[in-house]
């Protein structure tokens, strides 16, 4: 029975770090507000900052969501980029479904006793630059599908890596939103695509010009990943409520984002209704693997 119950348990997680890697790589979609909709994002925050000084447990407690992340970042990249091409509002409600099913967990972190003036205005401010950069014309910003690789450029991997680990980790702000704004998202979901096709069908020698890509961008996400962290576990022990309502803001914001990208024009009652389902479907998986949750 134990032995049963831990694999529903990891197998919980790694199904969670799937739907966290599906969204860092959606335009308009956070990685971060997937982790409070998943019910986990105190955890994973924590295993981050304190993986020297709890190393085995934060590795136990990060492994199975770095397993689901990967799967959900190579194995849906090509899925998910024919389905926002083909069937834009169905996908993204699907995600509008998977943030708004999973707000529970994160409301009952705000002490409304503790609700002052800061945390409104960080509700507000960060509800407001959600918005700002959903209105982003994403159709009108440049993007090379290929990059050609030096040591300037590799450099410059890192720090986008950088810049897009900490968006991704901040709920709210997509970290494939700020990279299309940077004119880099379609060379490094191109360049995703090419490795996972790669590995899939043996293809060994088509891995050189996108890994070369993919690493220092890798190493960036790293460093960042830890510094926004830190920066997160600080603000939750000093500023609980406002830094709650901050967050609760940028997750608010998201689906309206979110909506203010798609293109709507056309749209048919089939479609119109098709959308609906999807949402209730993301609607319901966020709410059940949020409530399988020790958060």
């Known amino acids: 029975m134990k032995l049963l119950a831990f694999i529903k348990t990891y197998l919980n997680q790694i199904l969670r770090g799937v739907v966290i890697g599906v969204a860092n790589i959606i335009p308009g979609v956070s990685g971060g507000t997937m982790m409070v909709s998943m019910g986990v994002y105190d955890t994973l925050i924590h295993s981050i900052t304190h993986l020297f000084k709890e190393f085995w447990k934060s590795i136990k407690a990060l492994l199975p969501y770095v397993i689901g992340m990967l799967i959900g970042i190579l194995a849906f990249a090509s899925l998910i980029s024919w389905g926002l091409e083909h069937y834009e509002l169905p996908t993204n409600t699907l995600f509008i479904g998977l943030i708004l099913g999973g707000l529970s967990p994160l409301i009952k972190k705000i002490d409304r006793k503790k609700i002052n003036a800061a945390a409104v205005i960080a509700f507000v ?171």
């Open 125 to 295: 401010v960060l509800f407001a630059l959600i918005i700002w950069l959903g209105l982003q014309n994403r159709d009108s910003i440049q993007n090379a599908e290929t990059i050609e690789m030096n040591v300037g450029q590799m450099f410059i991997m890192v720090l986008l890596g950088m810049i897009a680990s900490g968006t991704m980790i901040i709920p709210g702000v997509s970290g494939s939103l700020v990279l299309m704004l940077l004119g880099y998202y379609k060379a490094v979901t191109g360049a995703l695509k090419t490795v996972a096709h790669g590995l899939t069908h043996f293809e060994f020698s088509t891995l050189g010009q996108p890994v070369m890509m993919l690493l220092p961008f890798l190493l960036g996400i790293v460093l960042g990943i830890f510094g926004v962290a830190k920066l997160i576990e600080w603000l939750t022990a000093k500023y609980p409520t406002a830094t709650y309502c901050g967050v609760l803001g940028l997750v608010v914001a998201s689906p309206i984002a979110l909506l203010i990208q798609t293109h709507l024009a056309g749209t048919s009652l089939a479609l119109a209704a098709v959308s609906v389902a999807t949402f209730l479907v993301g609607f319901i998986i966020a709410w059940l693997l949020a409530k399988g949750s020790k958060e």
